[in-house]
């Protein structure tokens, strides 16, 4: 079997997930997924992996993440890891789709930036009417 890689991204937080044969074990930063802390971070990857069913549990995954915040990244590694299950079975990419298009495709949106003479808000200044 190959090697596949696949990148998801949210925010600033890029997480980068290698599929190998194996025996169904999930790596996150060199740490067992299994030692996570229980959270709602936590449960946001493992969606993606109780989607997968079997095919998960074929294959060990291990993925790096790094930049964003703790929720940036998990939303980075269940894209990650839905779009490494999806190449590896086919069958996978349309049951992603029909539950929630996030875990097939990336959402694009970012921060705001801030305008000038605003205070550091992001919305331009309002005008001043003087009548």
């Known amino acids: 079997m190959k ?10 937080a890029v997480a980068r997930a290698t599929l190998t044969a194996g025996a ?3 790596r996150i930063n060199s740490r067992l997924f299994s030692t996570l802390p229980q959270n709602m971070f936590r449960a946001k990857i ?3 992996l109780l989607l997968a069913g079997d095919a998960a549990k074929k294959v060990n995954i291990n993925v790096r993440v790094n ?3 703790v929720n940036g990244q998990a939303e980075a590694i269940r894209l990650a890891l839905a779009k490494v299950l999806a190449v590896f079975d086919k069958k996978l ?6 539950y929630d298009r996030v875990f097939t495709v990336a959402d694009v949106r970012r921060k705001e930036t801030h305008k000038p003479n605003c205070q550091g808000k992001a919305r331009a200044k309002r005008q ?3 009548r």
């Open 67 to 69: 930049g964003g915040g």
């Open 24 to 26: 169904g074990i999930v």
């Open 128 to 130: 001043k009417s003087y």
């Open 3 to 12: 090697v596949i890689h696949e990148v998801g991204t949210r925010k600033t």
């Open 93 to 98: 990419h349309t049951k992603y789709l029909d």
């Open 46 to 48: 493992e969606e993606a």
